[in-house]
């Protein structure tokens, strides 16, 4: 019943930000886990970041902490993903998902039910 769409992705230079947003819509936004995902061509998918509902607390994959920060605004039904020092590496297709759950963090992609269709983030040299 919930529809996700991710936003925000472009070319940037290496060094730069970028924020990402994921809007959710055709289902309620309360008692979600979001997660947020990459993928690189012929690669597996990635876990990037997880934040709760009940805190807003947030859990990133070690390569990536310090540098990405997830956050939520729940009346906007909006979770975002803020990318700072971004590398070459960091290059892929990020995609946000979304679960109903416990206020846990969820950090497996076979534990998601739904999922945006991803957005390209490109970091250039």
């Known amino acids: 019943q919930v529809q996700l769409v991710e936003s925000g992705g472009v070319l940037v230079q290496t060094g730069g930000s970028l924020r990402l947003s994921c809007s959710a819509s055709?289902?309620?936004?309360?008692?979600?886990?979001m997660g947020w995902f990459r993928q690189v061509p012929g690669k597996e998918r990635e876990f990037v970041a997880t934040?709760?509902?009940?805190?807003?607390?947030?859990y990133y994959a070690d390569s990536l902490k310090g540098r990405f920060t997830a956050s939520r605004d729940n009346a906007e039904s909006t979770v975002y993903l803020q990318m700072n020092a971004l590398k070459p590496e960091d290059s892929a297709v990020y995609y946000c998902?979304?679960?109903?759950?416990?206020?846990?963090?969820?950090?497996?992609?076979?534990?998601?039910?739904?999922w945006g269709q991803g957005t390209q983030v490109t970091v250039s040299s």
């Open positions: 998902a979304a679960k109903r759950s416990l206020s846990v963090w969820l950090v497996m992609e076979s534990d998601y039910d739904y």
């Open positions: 055709g289902g309620t936004f309360s008692y979600y886990t």
């Open positions: 934040i709760d509902w009940k805190f807003s607390s947030s």
